[in-house]
């Protein structure tokens, strides 16, 4: 399992993912699952993935080796974002065409998604999300983020801070309290973690960090973020509208006289 999130926002774009693997609880590795392409002053692109490594790795292999030798449609020469994602929607359906029926074989779900962003010059900054059929959608002004893995513990925050002009410094803060939900709540989410920042319109990758268990930052908002909750927690009224008393409250019974009739 992974966890994967990327934001629209005004101001650009930001991205992020885990780097963890398992193929059980005694399988654990970690993986890169952020490729990063750029051409600076022309475009910059980011891809981020989830589901089958090897399918995954095969698919962004083949987009990127079409982009060093084909003379068509390609990585460095597609007129808009919306090309990208209509060649890298190509390429996992070729992947899982060839091995999927292999995979099969061995009961192996060949299942991927990805997210794929950036900007291309000429037109503004796009986000995608390629289903494992190949097909995809565009993020909205109205639905400004995509996540693919462990999905629904991060969802929360990010539901509730994240809009268009949202500023790029809370989104960042935004996805690191979604990744520490996250990972607090499944252990197959975990560090490091791959952060990528997009200015719109640098054409150029601004901001990138790779998170471990040393980061002092990270640690700094995990801790603050569980401290906060609890002192929100703390201040919430009791509900008015009464409720029994539990167990501990109630008075304890009154014990029965004790008669001893062997002695009538």
Known sequence: MTYCVALKLNAGLVFASDSRTNAGVDQIASFKKMRTFVNEGDRAVV?????????????????????????????????????????????????????????????IDSGANFIVGGQIKGERPRLFLVYSEGNFIEATEATPFFQIGETKYGKPIIDRVIHAETPLMDAIKCVLVSFDSTMRSNISVGLPIDLTCYTHDSLRLDRQHHITENDAYFSQISFRWSEGLRGVFASLPDPDWGCPMSQTELPLPTPPLYNDFSTQ
């Open 47 to 107: 891809i981020l993935s989830s589901g089958n490594l090897s399918i995954t790795q095969s698919a962004v292999n083949l987009l990127e080796q079409r982009g060093r030798h084909s003379d068509g449609s390609n990585l460095w020469n597609a007129e808009s974002m919306f090309d990208v994602a209509t060649l890298l929607g190509k390429a996992l359906r070729e992947t899982r065409d060839r091995e999927g029926p292999f995979l099969q074989e061995s009961h």
